[in-house]
């Protein structure tokens, strides 16, 4: 028999006493928001519908739309595993963010819908993705630049499709991720066995004729690091008025034909020490360029940078007209920031996390990932400004994992969160903006 209460070390002659009597609290009131921004998008909804349910209707008991949202929700609120779920399955405010007032689907129930889960499903969750992202604008953009990029999730167990990558130095997958902005537009998984370009070019002309079915004067430009600058990608990109911006790994003969620059550059940079100047010395030059497996030259900006420690030469293949030195910051080095929107997905919505032995269940828990990360864009773009720019994390700590006494009854369903809540003022603007008829 477990003891009703315990009695801890006094505090100024009163008594110190604790028990597990205190009714029904979640750690995770802030769901209530994601419930809204799920409502407006129609995220979880769409994809229900577009979902099949081999299920036999009779035997129904959790909707596919209730397993969507218990998995983004779980996943929102920093639950990595299905594991989680046997816990969090009778947890109010969870119940309340999916729309329920009985106990969610088991670990075990959500095990077998995502092992269900084919290459179907993947390209619905795509068609769900790319169409809330045309809806996300009020008006076409005059200009947007779709961002590629690969990175690796390690394997440990006895996952398909599991190969050994030299460069990351272990077992992994190699997903192949699109951003536009802030906004998700492709997940990809993929076996680690293959050149980090590929599938690239498919990708590209799939989402380049999606985006001119809506927009068709809207200006793209695909945007990638060296590893992406292929005669493939060039060329079609040439063909489809898709302009590029792409790193191109510097080799010879790059630097012969800006070797000239380098003279200019060693005596500025002399000339600036010599006055007591600190830092790098910079220089941008544009010419033609055609590699040997290209059929035509190309514009190729260089960057010949000189620091203390030496020559610091970059170099990138593009379309755009422009000044060179904008082009290569504000354009080209902007595409950095993608790197962050998938460090948000891989370890603060679990995106490296496939440990299933079926290929697409793996695949399957990348797009969720993908699309609570797309739930949170759209409450960032609720917030005020000093939270706008804060980590997936952050936003989870502040604003979603709050704490709060739950009580229902046959009129209502009440949270009472602590009236010391420091983000409590942000809190009630996000639901004010999030509930307003506009």
Not at 107 to 118: G, I, K, N, V
Not at 158 to 172: N, V
Not at 225 to 233: I, P
């Amino acid at each position: 028999m477990l003891p009703q209460s315990f009695q801890f070390s006094p505090l100024s002659r009163r008594s110190v006493e604790a028990q597990f009597s205190g009714g029904h609290i979640t750690g995770h009131s802030g769901l209530l928001l994601l419930r809204e921004v799920d409502r407006q998008l129609g995220l979880s909804k769409r994809l229900a519908r577009l979902l099949n349910d081999h299920r036999q209707p009779g035997k129904v008991q959790h909707e596919v739309q209730t397993m969507l949202q218990q998995r983004l929700f779980g996943l929102a609120a920093g639950f990595e595993d299905l594991n989680d779920h046997s816990h969090l399955r009778g947890d109010f405010g969870m119940q309340t963010a999916v729309n329920r007032m009985t106990r969610l689907a088991s670990t075990s129930t959500l095990y077998r819908f995502e092992a269900e889960a084919d290459r179907q499903a993947i390209i619905d969750a795509h068609k769900v993705l790319w169409d809330t992202f045309i809806r996300s604008h009020a008006k076409p953009p005059a200009k947007i630049i779709l961002d590629f990029d690969a990175t690796d999730i390690p394997l440990h167990g006895d996952q398909p499709e599991k190969f050994f990558h030299g460069y990351y130095d272990h077992y992994c997958y190699l997903p192949l991720y699109c951003f536009c902005g802030r906004f998700p537009l492709v997940a990809y998984l993929r076996q680690s066995k293959i050149d980090g370009a590929k599938h690239t070019a498919a990708i590209l002309k799939l989402l380049v004729n999606f985006i001119r079915s809506h927009w068709p004067s809207v200006q793209i430009i695909f945007r990638g690091d060296s590893g992406f600058c292929r005669q493939l990608l060039l060329n079609w990109c040439d063909r489809n008025s898709v302009d590029y911006i792409v790193g191109i790994a510097r080799n010879p003969r790059l630097e012969a034909l800006v070797e000239p620059l380098w003279a200019m550059v060693k005596q500025h940079h002399a000339q600036r020490k010599a006055h007591g100047g600190s830092g790098s010395t910079k220089a941008f030059w544009r010419y033609r360029y055609q590699a040997k497996s290209w059929r035509y030259a190309r514009d190729v900006i260089a960057k010949a940078e000189l620091t203390d420690k030496g020559t610091n030469p970059r170099f990138i293949v593009t379309s755009l007209r422009g000044n060179d030195r904008s082009l290569y910051y504000d354009v080209y080095c902007a595409r950095g920031d993608m790197e962050n929107r998938i460090k948000d997905q891989q370890l603060d919505l679990f995106a490296k996390r496939t440990p299933s032995k079926h290929w697409w269940s793996n695949q399957w828990r990348l797009m969720l990932s993908m699309l609570a990360f797309v739930l949170f864009e759209n409450l960032r773009n609720f917030c005020s400004k000093r939270y706008k720019n804060l980590s997936v994390h952050s936003l989870r700590l502040r604003l979603i994992n709050i704490a709060a006494v739950v009580t229902r009854n046959t009129r209502r369903i009440r949270f009472f969160m602590t009236e010391n809540c420091p983000d409590q003022r942000e809190f009630i603007q996000l639901a004010q903006k999030l509930l307003s008829p506009g």
